[in-house]
């Protein structure tokens, strides 16, 4: 008998599925979060339980924890083959005493692309890291809800083909979520030294996109008395047509990874590069959702909720850009604070964009062309690429961003690299980049006083949390 089943008995095991089992509210549900919640606790950074003395109470944890997903299978017949996976990957790894998690096979068995429909709801066991949250890869269990809203089907089943987009909110999560991380993953996944097999899915939590968002340009736009467009207005006061545009952003956004004119790898997966590098790239695929989205209002073709939400999706490209990247996170490569000031300064500095009398204004009719601009800029760089060698292509990348914003005065690269640099391998480049190669201007650092408690604050937001900005203490 295995050490899970052994302990089955103790915890018992319902024959059905209550009603409402897959509620954030429900006991089924809870059940399971507090055997994670407590099993996490014993859990070393690399998500082992090397404390042989806490393998009995361990093992009784996992058995909660396995009957509760066996009582909640029944409402998740689409996850039937991942739950039985999930049931045999905890089974094993309390047998094997509790070494580095190995959820290799309860991994390939999980495929919520394959069941996109607005409602679907998955509970995901797994353990991982968290991006932008947690870096222990410890055990996280989440509930989830798929968002799927007809006109983003239409769009994806068309032009915007990306089978892997799984737009999502959360129901429910344990601690590693309580975070600013807004993804679930597969490569973040812990399956011990298995060989990464091919993935074929990447979750975003569109709900927890739209209320940060909704918090924090609430209170950038009471602080520069920015006035805005009444279809801009309405995403502050609508969480799911908010939600809605993230989707549609998000979907394009992913699906211009890899398509275009580009290097042979723009992200350089393999190799370390000067996190400029990354700003671009990231910088270039919202700039392709901004553009698109210019597009598709534009076509006459285009329904009219379609077109209403290509307009919001310019509107939240602009002011997730300008107004929280570059004020969220650490000034240690930054690299989408780095892209936030890019936008804002290219917008300001082709007069579009004004700070006068301490109040933000923006020339709407002008905007799209202007940010269509900077995206051919990019997008220029990056042709011109495929004919340069490798630091040819990190210098130039490095004059784009300098022709609009100003070098930290220590900077290395601004001052111009020495010979020995220039003549060696690519890592000396990268050692040489400042980790605030491309410091906050004067602006943002008053700004940044202003929004910080408000940025703060939306870390583990949800929908269901979600408050406005002006209900907080400034």
Not at 43 to 67: F, K, T, W
Not at 77 to 85: E, M, S
Not at 212 to 220: G, M, N, P, Q
Not at 364 to 386: C, G, H, T
Request: proline share 6%.
């Amino acid at each position: 008998m295995s050490s899970l089943t052994a302990h089955r008995s103790i915890v018992g095991e319902p024959e059905v599925v209550e009603d409402g089992a897959l509620l954030p509210k429900s006991s089924t549900w809870h059940e399971l979060k507090a055997a994670v919640s407590e099993l996490r606790t014993l859990q070393a950074a690399d998500g082992s339980i090397p404390e042989v003395a806490s393998h009995a109470a361990a093992a009784v944890l996992v058995a909660r924890a396995a009957a509760s997903l066996r009582a909640l299978a029944p409402a998740l017949p689409h996850d039937a083959a991942y739950l039985t996976a999930v049931d045999a990957d905890l089974a094993r790894w309390v047998e094997t005493g509790f070494p580095v998690p190995d959820f290799y096979d309860s991994l390939v068995a999980f495929h919520p692309e394959q069941t996109r429909a607005d409602g679907v709801r998955h509970v995901v066991l797994f353990p991982m890291y968290t991006q932008n949250g947690q870096s222990e890869r410890l055990l996280e269990a989440v509930l989830i809800e798929v968002i799927w809203p007809d006109f983003v089907a239409a769009l994806e089943g068309d032009a915007y083909s990306n089978a892997m987009f799984i737009p999502v909110r959360f129901l429910d999560f344990t601690a590693g979520y309580d975070t600013n991380s807004a993804v679930l993953f597969p490569e973040t996944v812990s399956i011990a030294d298995r060989p990464v097999p091919p993935f074929t899915w990447g979750a975003i939590f569109a709900d927890r996109e739209a209320a940060r968002f909704r918090r924090v340009v609430r209170a950038a736009v009471e602080t520069t008395k920015l006035e805005l467009p009444a279809d801009a207005a309405e995403l502050l006061d609508d969480q799911a047509m908010t939600e809605h545009t993230f989707v549609m952003w998000d979907l394009i956004h992913d699906r211009s990874h890899m398509r275009g004119d580009l290097p042979f790898d723009p992200f350089m997966i393999k190799q370390r590069m000067p996190y400029f590098l990354y700003s671009l790239e990231e910088l270039r695929c919202d700039l392709t959702a901004f553009r698109e989205s210019v597009r598709i209002e534009h076509d006459a073709a285009t329904d009219d909720e379609t077109r209403a939400h290509a307009r919001h999706v310019q509107y939240a490209i602009l002011f997730d850009r300008i107004f929280r990247f570059p004020l969220t996170g650490s000034r240690v490569r930054n690299y989408d604070g780095l892209g936030g000031q890019l936008l804002f300064a290219w917008l300001h500095q082709h007069h579009v964009l004004h700070w006068t009398d301490t109040q933000l204004a923006i020339d709407w009719a002008e905007l799209p062309a202007v940010v269509i601009q900077l995206s051919d800029q990019i997008n220029e760089l990056y042709w011109k690429s495929i004919d340069r060698p490798k630091p040819s292509h990190w210098l130039a990348a490095y004059e784009l961003v300098r022709g609009t914003l100003a070098p930290h005065p220590a900077s290395q690269w601004a001052r111009g690299l020495s010979d020995e640099v220039l003549a060696g391998a690519p890592k000396g480049y990268t050692d040489a980049v400042l980790e605030d190669e491309f410091p906050l201007s004067m602006f943002y650092e008053a700004l940044g006083k202003k929004l910080r408690a408000v940025i703060d604050s939306t870390s583990g937001i949800t929908a269901a949390s979600a408050e406005p900005a002006s209900s907080l203490e400034s």
